[in-house]
């Protein structure tokens, strides 16, 4: 009984205290090697995991605050270094590794990490060569995320002022340690939804070279996400030539250095001048030889054809030959319509007024020697000088009135005249004239003459079934 005397006693809270505070002690901060198993994130977001090796198995947690600080997110089966403090959950009588920081446990297994999201990636097609955008020649604005302090950014705009001068968007970010894949992503998704009037045509992701474990930040895979996404060709500027990142895969060109990525982004500008040069040499050239080649064309023509004062002779010549056939023509024209006309047998009403001229003075004549015979057989001789001439002359010149109103209202109803104000004569297969549409068969050939000449023509039939002729 003496010797369980002298044992302290505790209640169970002061023991789990008295516990709590030899550990914290002890081990307030420890960094444990192991792999990642029974890995499950709660609603809470506090994240529970043991990590275990080939002896023993430590139960660890992250609280929520501590997740969005994490360089690497916890899965299971990978082999990282755990930075934390031992603390006790006295409800279940366990200590536990409360986490504040996780890494890699060396680049064996980072390496694995990267491998194993580049395998889903690339299985999703992030990194399929269709998706590679172009690039403009020649951008109106460039963007660069990457740190604003160090020689990154100083190599960009050197080189681009060099080659091509552009107006510089640099997006300042961290680019390696804790929340940096974050805060790039978050600079990759805000200049993409930039408006048009101040996105960059080109996007560099750029930083310098480093260990695996600090560019880790670009196998982020959010942010490789990010970049596959951007709207904004993306050039890639990770590290020395001879490191590579999941965002290399992901962005539409990778570039071995910064510098290279600026050399990249725009082209020289004195080489485009002397390009430009070389192709406006190359243009009045083959300019000057066109001209040539056609004006020693056009001489050759010229020579080819005649003289002016050659040309304008024919051409009176060829004027004159027309002039001489047209009067020949219309000169047989007539002919044929004179003779068609006689063969009509038709008198001419001058002839009508020649033969009552002639009847006139013949019975003029013939009254003048009955007048001269009645007064001879009166006894009245002597007076036939004085008063005979004056009776015959005046009766004379009333008949040669009458006649020629007569001529005049006979040549106004005179055949030619009558063809001549647009009337025709219309004449059946014998020469018997038509004067009624009935009379006219369908099918039958009529003639029909006008002034100036004739036309043949074929009689049809209206929808009324009057006559109507056709020419033929």
Partial sequence: MDSLSNVPEYSVGDLAGAIKGVLREN??????????????????????????DSEAKLEAVVWKMTVRNLAIT????????????????????????????????GEGALLAAIEKLRVKLLAEGLFAPERKR???????????IT???????????????????????????????QGAAEKITQAIQAMGALPPGLRPDLLIIA???????????????????????????????IGHETDTTLLDF?????????????????????????????????????????????????ERAARALPGMPDQLAQLRQRIDDRAERLRQAMLGQLAGRGAALGRLGLPHPREGVAARHAQLKMLGNRLQAGWAAAQ???????????????????????????????????ESVS???????????????GGKAITRAAQARAGAAITLTFADGKLAAKVQKREDDAAQGSLL
């Fill in 74 to 105: 916890p899965e299971n089966g990978i082999e990282i270094v755990a930075t934390g403090r031992i603390d006790t959950y006295a409800d279940r009588s366990k200590y536990q590794l409360v986490i504040e920081a996780l890494e890699y446990a």
């Fill in 27 to 52: 081990f307030g901060r420890v960094r444990v090697r192991g792999e990642i198993t029974e890995c499950k994130r709660y609603p809470s977001g506090h994240i529970y995991l043991s990590i275990k």
């Fill in 207 to 237: 930083r310098g070279g480093g260990s695996l474990e600090d560019l880790a930040a670009f196998n982020d895979e959010a942010l490789v996400r990010a970049a596959a996404a951007c709207p904004i060709p993306v050039i890639s500027a």
């Fill in 376 to 410: 001879m057989k009166r006894g009245a001789a002597p007076a036939l000088g004085r008063f005979s001439a004056a009776p015959i002359a005046a009766l004379l010149r009333q008949r040669a009135t009458e006649l020629a109103g007569q001529a005049a209202r006979l």
């Fill in 250 to 298: 992901a962005a539409d060109r990778r570039a071995p250095t910064p510098t290279a990525a600026a050399e990249m982004a725009v082209p020289p500008r004195m080489e485009l001048l002397a390009d430009l040069l070389q192709r406006a040499g190359r243009l009045h050239h083959g300019m000057q030889a066109g001209l040539q080649t056609r004006r020693l064309g056009l």
């Fill in 134 to 144: 172009g690039f403009p020649t020649i951008p109106a604005r460039i963007g660069v």
């Fill in 147 to 177: 740190s604003e302090k160090g020689a990154v950014i100083q190599d960009i705009r050197t080189t681009i002022a060099r080659r091509f001068p552009r107006p510089i968007l640099l997006w300042p970010v961290p680019v390696q340690g």
């Fill in 415 to 429: 055949y030619v005249a009558v063809l001549a104000r647009g009337f025709a004569l219309v004449q059946a297969p």
